[in-house]
């Protein structure tokens, strides 16, 4: 197959490929063979009408259509094996030339943008100090004792912080609307897991109660509720009020955690905890404008097709978390008060920003020849059998299935230490 290679501008590369006559036969033979397949006439069985009878019922467009589907892919793979090109992103291709006789393809394939990184090195980012509070490690040790809470059936009204089991189905203009019914629904009041005055609307009721709840969903909700008036009718079966354990050796006790004994020392367990979190975090962050700084000083061409194939990735991520919490992407943008425009225009920035961020790393570890190969693999594996107590033939086995993605990860930390070692202090 012939072929003309012309570089053009932002990192792509236009291929013209003129399929050898031959070739071009055969693919014609080959999808008329499978269109004449599927061809039914009055007075034959599908699949068996005579080659001449089918070739006046077939239209050309149709066969050149077939056959140039099916050389596509074949012409695409020893393009890019031939002259060594890797892609970035979606390449496009059109037909240029096309006859009985002649076909000519044009390929548009978008490279790996270059990259000429600025500074990378000595920037001087500071990283946040990490301090935690007594107030800190009282409130975590409220939460571990308020999770360990038992949950009592009470006869007294209920308050905010009790629990009630309740039944309800809502309304609007008498009309029972959808998502808007429920029995045996557990809801602790003062949660604000509900339309807005639904909850303070339950306070000091009993078991056996029937309550009509009056409430006006938000402006900004789903468009089919947001801004009506709803009511709810609401059986009341159990009020179950919060029982707190005790703060001593026995709740330590049931808590299980290795080597805590005593309350003193979940509290230094707790505190050393928040102190790994708050460095986490601080570390994060830190690296977060370390790359953000190299992003900004590099010079980078990022092609359009790039930024819209990272959008559409993002999009599709973004739209299945939401859709996981009941919502469309319409709805969640209705309930956000967010406009369509600025969450595209959000969308596409922050698309760019990853990707000039990402570039970066990948350039630096080139520049610093920063390299996973089987012995780090091996040793990392070693470490996760190690630190799960696995048999290290098990976790061989386990990431041996997606092992591409963890030689990345592992390079990818690698990367990030270069970072933090010569960026952050």
């Known amino acids: 197959m012939k072929r003309v290679v012309n570089k053009l501008e932002n990192s792509k590369v236009e291929v013209l490929c003129d399929v050898e006559e031959k070739a071009w036969k055969e693919a014609q033979e080959k999808a008329f063979n499978k269109l004449a397949k599927d061809l039914e006439l ?19 467009g149709r066969i050149f259509n077939e056959a140039i589907n099916g050389l596509i892919q074949p012409a695409f793979t020893e393009v890019l094996k031939e002259e060594k090109l890797q892609p970035f992103a979606r390449p496009s291709v059109d037909v240029t030339k096309v ?44 939460k ?3 999770q360990n809470a038992n949950l009592v059936v009470s006869d007294k009204p209920s308050k905010l912080g009790d629990t009630v089991v309740i039944d309800f189905v809502g309304s609007i203009d008498g009309k029972e609307f959808e998502g808007g019914k429920a029995d045996n629904y557990s809801l602790v009041l003062g949660s604000n897991s509900f339309v807005p005055g639904f909850e ?17 969903f938000p402006t900004q909700y789903v468009p089919e509720l947001a801004g009506k008036k709803a009511l709810f009718k609401v059986t009341v079966h159990e009020v179950k009020e919060k029982v707190l354990p005790e703060l001593n050796e026995d709740l330590v006790k049931d808590l299980a955690i290795p080597e805590v004994k005593s309350v003193e020392e979940l509290k230094a367990h707790l505190r050393k905890q928040l102190e790994s979190q708050k460095d986490s975090q601080a570390t994060s962050e830190a690296l977060d404008k370390a790359v953000l700084k190299i992003a900004e000083e590099a010079k980078i061409d990022l092609a359009k097709e790039i930024i819209d194939d990272e959008v559409e990735g993002m999009r599709k991520n973004m739209t299945q978390q939401i859709e996981q919490r009941g919502l469309t992407l319409d709805q969640y943008l209705a309930v956000t008060g967010t406009k369509p425009e600025d969450f595209e225009k959000k969308l596409r920035e922050d698309a760019e920003k990853n990707l000039r961020g990402i570039l970066c790393l990948e350039e630096i570890a080139r520049q610093e020849k920063i390299t996973v190969d089987e012995k780090d693999v091996d040793f990392e594996m070693a470490k996760i059998a190690d630190q799960y107590n696995m048999p290290i033939d098990k976790v061989k086995e386990i990431l041996s299935k997606d092992l591409a993605r963890f030689q990345a990860e592992i390079k990818q930390r690698r990367i990030q230490e270069f970072i933090l070692n010569n960026n952050v202090e």
Do not use: W
Request: aromatic content about 4%.
């Open 42 to 60: 009055p007075g034959f069985r599908k699949g068996k009408v005579p080659a001449d009878m089918a070739r006046k019922h077939i239209d050309t």
């Open 99 to 142: 006859s009985d006789k002649e076909l000519q393809l044009k390929f548009i394939i978008i490279l790996a943008p270059e990259v000429k990184l600025g500074n990378y090195k000595g920037l001087g980012i500071k990283k946040a100090a990490v301090k935690v509070s007594d107030k800190e490690v009282e409130d975590e040790v409220n």
């Open 144 to 146: 571990l004792v308020d």
């Open 200 to 216: 303070d609307q339950l306070v000091g009721k009993k078991s056996g109660d029937k309550v009509d709840v009056n409430v006006t």
